[in-house]
């Protein structure tokens, strides 16, 4: 049997291997009915509730994020997202052959992912064969309070791009990204504690060499709600500019492509540090997984953001919301909403004498400031709308 393969590290080898041995096999006996199925665009699932059942776990809904929480008495719990390609076991995020999907108002996961779990009395018929009287207890979905305090943005992580060996993108006149980075993000860390409350972490305070699996790792450990990462473009024309805004997913563009490639230079800087086992998880992480999660959350973020930076700098070109392979959002896109904004074309000469000057980098962390702003306003919203 093929048991689930972690994505990456979120819990030790052993307490990954005393959770499968404490998930009891399942197998049909007299007189108990088989777990009914359903066909799903060409594939059989079952719904939660009959896989509770078979658990004897209860549901726990939480509907702003479209998850559903299995809770087990005696063994590790499982969480299933609606349309995303992993599942978690225990504090462990694993692949799903199969992404869980929606049906006749009930969500449904895979048979490939029963049999990873060692579920094995499946069946081809309709639900509607299954004894009522078998269906597990649910618990009522959390109050808006409750989700509240669980889901409300309170802590942001910002990472101020490169820094110490590693000067990021060069211009024309000696100005280096890992400066303007930093400036607007201590700007921005500052408006955020000042005006909304947050509790700010960054990854980096001064002018020091932060690897890109360290800065991911840093943000995991603090258990942040954001992730903002802060950079400045470089592009091979000079007459290149503008501002965008990404989120982790496949590069859609070859422009997009180059940018990920360059921002992803500085792990060739950290292949004899002692950040490389940091730096082989990201590697060993599959991308389509991490993308699964926070992705709305992410796309939104970015779309907020670049709104807000495009009505403050009417004479920048708007690059939109794009797509690439970061790798330092490859360790935080399962934990948080993460993007990565590009502020401004430091190889091109207009926007390289910008980026130097004060009132400019007050202007975008004020602007990166009202688009988190707006974007935890329409969360929290949501949020309040349960209660």
């Not at 048991?3 to 108990?32: C, K, N, V």
């Not at 449904?108 to 299954?130: A, C, K, M, N």
């Not at 503008?242 to 992803?264: D, M, P, Q, W």
């Not at 086992?277 to 389509?288: F, K, M, N």
Request: neutral net charge; aromatic residues 6%; charged residues 25%.
């Amino acid at each position: 049997m093929t048991r689930p393969q972690p994505t990456g590290r979120r819990g030790s080898s052993l307490a990954i291997l005393l959770g499968f041995l404490l998930l009891p096999l399942s197998h049909p006996a007299d007189g108990q009915p088989a777990i009914p199925s359903v066909t799903i665009q060409g594939h059989q699932y079952v719904s939660i509730q009959d896989l509770a059942r078979v658990l004897s776990a209860t549901i726990e809904f939480v509907p702003l994020k479209d998850k559903a929480l299995l809770k087990r008495p005696n063994g590790p719990d499982l969480v299933f997202t609606l349309h995303a390609p992993v599942y978690v076991f225990g504090d462990v995020l694993f692949r799903a052959p199969l992404p869980a999907r929606p049906h006749d108002g009930r969500l449904h996961v895979s048979h490939e992912v029963l049999r990873q779990l060692g579920i094995q009395h499946l069946s081809s018929q309709p639900e509607t064969s299954l004894d009522s009287s078998l269906a597990p207890r649910v618990v009522a979905a959390p109050t808006g309070q409750e989700l509240e305090d669980r889901w409300a943005i309170r802590r942001i992580v910002i990472d101020p791009g490169h820094g110490g060996k590693d000067p990021g993108a060069v211009g024309s006149k000696r100005t280096f990204e890992k400066n303007i980075t930093l400036s607007i993000a201590h700007g921005l860390g500052e408006k955020l504690r000042k005006d909304l409350g947050i509790d700010v972490v960054y990854t980096r305070t001064n002018d020091t060499f932060i690897g890109l699996g360290r800065r991911a790792r840093i943000a995991r450990e603090a258990d942040g709600d954001l992730f903002i990462s802060l950079h400045c473009n470089a592009g091979y024309r000079r007459a290149a500019g503008g501002i965008e805004v990404y989120f982790l997913s496949e590069a859609k563009t070859t422009a997009a492509a180059e940018a990920a490639e360059r921002e992803n230079a500085a792990l060739e800087l950290e292949e004899d540090s002692i950040e490389e086992e940091d730096l082989s998880t990201l590697r060993g992480i599959a991308l389509e997984i991490l993308s699964g999660q926070f992705l709305k959350e992410s796309q939104d973020l970015a779309a907020s953001i670049r709104g807000r930076m495009t009505r403050r700098f009417k004479q920048m070109d708007d690059r939109g919301v794009k797509q690439a392979n970061f790798y330092v959002m490859r360790g935080t896109m399962g934990a948080m909403p993460s993007v990565l904004v590009e502020m401004g074309f430091i190889s091109n000469p207009a926007e390289e004498k910008l980026l130097k000057t004060a009132r400019f980098q007050k202007d975008m962390a004020d602007a990166i400031f009202e688009g988190i702003r707006a974007f935890k306003q329409e969360h929290e919203r949501q949020l309040s709308d349960t209660k």
